[in-house]
């Protein structure tokens, strides 16, 4: 990935403009998505697809053979992690949510994933650690500080 592009987006989530946020989120994701070109762009959407038509386990396998063959590829685990989540797999969503910060430590959606799977385990300090490290890089994301809120109520 570009080092100065990113660095820049990342600046832009920080500014009070929302629509300069939006344009940054929606890049650094579009950078995200597209980081194995065409290849990997086309084993998410398959995937994307077979989740809407319901064939879950069909998804899950197109999503672990894309990790497979490229490890390193962040976006293929995010997926497969909001995968898990969705199907109340919350330990494996919790794994590769992990894998995906080790890939790219400033993912912000894993960031927010991990601290839904661990509010829905019932581990709220593992939680509000995950989105305060979401804040920390989107400190705009509203939907991040209420979650906060809510996992501190329940401590």
């Known amino acids: 990935m570009d080092a100065p592009l990113v660095e820049k987006l990342l ?3 920080k500014q009070p403009d929302e629509n300069l946020r939006q344009r940054a989120t929606q890049q650094l994701w579009q950078m995200w998505f597209h980081q194995k070109g065409v290849y990997g762009l086309e084993f998410l959407q398959r995937s994307q697809s077979l989740i809407e038509a319901g064939e879950l386990a069909q998804a899950e396998a197109v999503l672990t053979e894309l990790i497979k063959d490229q490890p390193d590829f962040a976006e293929a685990w995010n997926r497969r992690a909001v995968l898990y989540y ?8 919790i794994k590769d949510c992990e894998m995906v910060l080790k890939l ?3 993912h912000f959606g894993a960031m927010h ?3 839904l799977c661990y509010a ?9 650690k995950a ?12 939907v991040n500080q209420r979650l906060i809120l809510e996992c501190t109520a329940r401590l």
């Open 86 to 93: 969705s199907t109340e797999k919350y330990q494996k969503a």
């Open 113 to 115: 994933g991990l601290g």
């Open 11 to 13: 600046a832009d989530l």
């Open 120 to 128: 829905a385990v019932g581990n709220y300090r593992e939680a509000i």
């Open 131 to 142: 989105f305060r490290a979401a804040l920390e890089i989107q400190p705009y994301a509203l």
């Open 104 to 106: 790219n430590p400033i």
